[in-house]
T-cell receptor, first 114, second 111 residues
Framework: DTEVTQTPKHLVMGMTNKKSLKCEQH?????MYWYKQKAKKPPELMFV???????INESVPSRFSPECPNSSLLNLHLHALQPEDSALYLC?????????????FGAGTRLSVL | DAKTTQPTSMDCAEGRAANLPCNHS???????VYWYRQIHSQGPQYIIH???NNETNEMASLIITEDRKSSTLILPHATLRDTAVYYC????????????FGQGTRLTINP
């Protein structure tokens, strides 16, 4: 099973709302990632968790708050977003510390901020 | 910044081999070449990777030049389902876990 599951698939929120994106994998991977992808652009890394600890934050604004409650789950908490934050948010997972580091991606959550 | 250069778009006839080039002239000795693809409205999918030898799996073949400054992904018998954006990515063997995506090549398979 190489599946990364993201929920919800679609999300519409206002600028004052608080919402969360969820990502789950059961491949035993200890690295998990959040990427953001704007329309017609490549994915851009936001955060990396390694062994449930935040290891990379690509200078993401604080209105995005990641959380890794256990080795299978990754959340992205959203608060006070702006319309320009509308994008496809992708989660990925991989093994840690091996030369062949393949990242497996979920289908993404398409977020619209009104 | 992405360390690869790819053509913006390519077309290929169904059933023919699709050859996607990638330039990575600044690649260092401890960096792999990875290929991913992204079909419309889906997450990126791993295809293949290599260090210096040519590689083949059930999806594709990867040909890396001897100087490692460029590579070619080959889809031997392209189908309509292979229409996607293909990303060539250079990544260190150890350490950094991040994937830096370039603009990729939009491959269209025509019937």
């Amino acid at each position: 099973d190489t599946e990364v599951t993201q929920t919800p698939k679609h999300l519409v929120m206002g600028m004052t709302n608080k919402k969360s994106l969820k990502c789950e994998q059961h491949m035993g991977h200890r690295a998990m990632y959040w990427y953001k992808q704007k329309a017609k652009k490549p994915p851009e890394l936001m955060f990396v968790y390694s062994y449930e600890k935040l290891s990379i934050n690509e200078s993401v604004p604080s209105r995005f708050s990641p959380e890794c409650p256990n080795s299978s789950l990754l959340n992205l908490h959203l608060h006070a977003l702006q319309p320009e934050d509308s994008a496809l948010y992708l989660c990925a997972s991989s093994q840690v510390g091996v030369a062949k580091n393949i990242q497996y991606f979920g289908a993404g959550t398409r977020l619209s901020v009104l | 910044d992405a360390k690869t250069t790819q053509p913006t778009s390519m077309d290929c006839a169904e059933g023919r081999a699709a050859n996607l080039p990638c330039n990575h002239s600044t690649i260092s000795g401890n960096e792999y070449v990875y290929w991913y693809r992204q079909i419309h409205s889906q997450g990126p999918q791993y295809i293949i990777h290599g260090l210096k030898n040519n590689e083949t799996n059930e999806m594709a073949s990867l040909i890396i030049t001897e100087d490692r400054k460029s590579s070619t992904l080959i889809l031997p018998h392209a189908t309509l389902r292979d229409t996607a954006v293909y990303y060539c990515i250079v990544r260190p063997i150890q350490g950094a876990q991040k994937l830096v995506f370039g603009q990729g090549t939009r491959l269209t398979i025509n019937p």
